[in-house]
């Protein structure tokens, strides 16, 4: 957990699961605090921050806590669903990380991407 606002002072530099979850519909939607509390519904979380903001303010988000001019190193894969040995795999090497700059993602595509043809763009 990075060491800094809004990131609450006793789990700075804790390892944790951190679920960024993103939503773009209707604000003014009636069932909308049901729609957000599937992300509750796994455990209470340690650390929860919901806000109003423009699209392009997740994209950077964390960009502060990334210094400039770093190697990168990704790999990917696509898959359709994670089995209950995957989240285990995935939580031990996750819990073995070497530094506050290691980190493994996990990245659900939604919504307009799988609305369009093979030929065309999202």
Request: net charge negative.
């Amino acid at each position: 957990m990075p060491p800094g606002p809004p990131f609450p002072e006793p789990i700075h530099g804790d390892k944790v699961c951190a679920v960024v979850w993103y939503y773009s519909g209707d604000l003014e939607r009636n069932d909308l605090e049901e729609v957000l509390s599937v992300v509750n519904d796994p455990a209470p979380p340690a650390f929860h921050f919901t806000a109003p903001m423009p699209y392009p303010a997740p994209q950077s988000m964390f960009d502060e806590e990334i210094p400039k001019g770093l190697q990168w190193y990704w790999r990917g894969d696509f898959f359709e669903t994670i089995s209950g040995a995957a989240i285990e795999v995935h939580e031990r090497y996750g819990r073995g990380l070497p530094n506050d700059l290691s980190a493994m993602h996990l990245y659900p595509v939604d919504g307009a991407a799988h609305r369009v043809g093979a030929d065309e763009t999202a």
